[in-house]
């Protein structure tokens, strides 16, 4: 790519979880036993070649830095490749004015220290394997001045209801409206946008547009105005919106499906995290496990069945873990059953849990269940 290009993940777009986001971002939260769901977003950036990488943090700021240190792990071009964690410091002190866009208004400096071309933002609840590149290009040849990435979905009625639904002609937004379920079939925003540097210092800094307070609104400000170029760009691959703990315990078991799994996992677009140097999983001679993930540093000495092990879980003898996700450094004790549930970390579980199918319980951080 000979432009270049500014990442920026906007954690301030997340949904909450309940209980399981209380003390972490959605972007940090643990994602098929050893990823963050962040992972996936900074991945796309990586593998489409953006070295300057920016995450915009509203809160638990703790959450996302432990997780994310330095960002080296998603930039290939560590000589030149720059990477920052964003903060609104008046907006943690009022909160009223921490949102996504002041947040960039305050942390603008980044647009001017670095020389780049394009700006792309992406959120980390909305997971997909789209290369940025293609969209970019998308945008130059169309001489847009914003270029939105959207999906047509036919379940608009039950999912991505944090999002906007997009009307077009040919290619142009005429209407982005948030999205009501009225619809099945719709044109879905995956809150992904392309901007060119000198207009989004415009939008950030023009008194016409002082009155928004999000940059979801900014958008519909300008769209509704059809002073810019704003276009469509629809994306065909894997994606998923999270903005629900059911949607996360759905769509996590979903990739236990090789061809799920096949479509986002590709040999060529590797989605790295933070590295650990942990020993493989320990199985137990009275391990039986099927249709799971196991993380490293795991150890089975129980029956697991279409679940999610994250690392340092330990599982023991006559214990049964089915159609859960386990958060790190779980222990599930001798002989307890534990069915239809999702349980943080560092919880340790001596009597059974059963949720249910289409309601899996919350066991919260640390709890002791007996």
């Not at 240190?69 to 930039?75: A, D, I, P, Q």
């Not at 960039?104 to 020389?115: G, H, K, S």
């Not at 769509?251 to 479509?263: C, H, I, P, R, T």
């Not at 330990?314 to 790190?328: D, F, H, M, Q, R």
Request: proline content about 2%; some cysteine; hydrophobic content about 40%.
């Amino acid at each position: 790519m000979s432009n270049k290009i500014l990442g920026i993940l906007n954690l301030y777009d997340s949904p909450s979880l309940g209980g399981l986001t209380k003390n972490r971002t959605l972007g940090s939260t643990s994602f098929l036993g050893r990823f963050a769901l962040m992972d996936f977003a900074l991945s796309n950036f990586t593998n489409s070649d953006i070295d300057e990488i920016n995450v915009l943090v509203k809160d638990n700021f703790r959450s996302v830095a432990k997780h994310a240190g330095t960002l080296k792990s998603w930039v290939n071009n560590t000589k030149i490749g720059r990477q920052n964690i964003l903060i609104n410091e008046k907006g943690i002190r009022d909160p009223k004015y921490n949102s996504d866009l002041n947040a960039l208004r305050e942390n603008d400096w980044i647009l001017y220290e670095v020389d780049v071309d394009y700006v792309v933002i992406a959120p980390a609840h909305i997971l997909t394997s789209i290369d940025f590149r293609e969209v970019i290009d998308f945008h130059i040849k169309n001489e847009a001045d914003v270029t939105i990435v959207y999906k047509h979905i036919k379940d608009a009625d039950t999912t991505f209801l944090t999002s906007n639904v997009l009307t077009l002609d040919e290619n142009v937004i005429v209407d982005y409206v948030q999205n009501k379920g009225k619809s099945a079939e719709a044109n879905v925003s995956l809150r992904t946008y392309v901007v060119s540097k000198e207009a989004f210092i415009k939008w950030l800094r023009h008194r016409d547009y002082r009155d928004a307070t999000s940059l979801r609104m900014l958008l519909e400000t300008i769209i509704s105005e059809q002073e810019e170029k704003v276009l469509g760009y629809e994306y065909t691959g894997y994606a998923r919106c999270i903005d629900s703990l059911e949607h996360f315990v759905e769509y996590s078991f979903e990739f236990l499906d090789v061809k799920v799994a096949d479509e986002v996992f590709r040999s060529d677009w590797p989605i790295y995290t933070l590295s650990r140097n942990t020993p493989p999983t320990l199985y137990g001679p009275k391990a039986n496990v099927k249709n799971s993930f196991i993380a490293n540093g795991a150890k089975v000495n129980g029956k697991v069945d279409s679940s999610i092990i994250s690392r340092y879980v330990e599982v023991e003898e006559g214990a049964s873990v089915k159609n859960s996700v386990i958060l790190t450094e779980v222990v599930i004790k001798k002989g307890v059953k534990v069915e239809n549930a999702v349980i943080d970390k560092y919880a340790t579980i001596e009597n059974d849990v059963i949720g249910k199918e289409d309601e899996h319980i919350y066991v919260p951080q640390g709890k002791k269940v007996r």
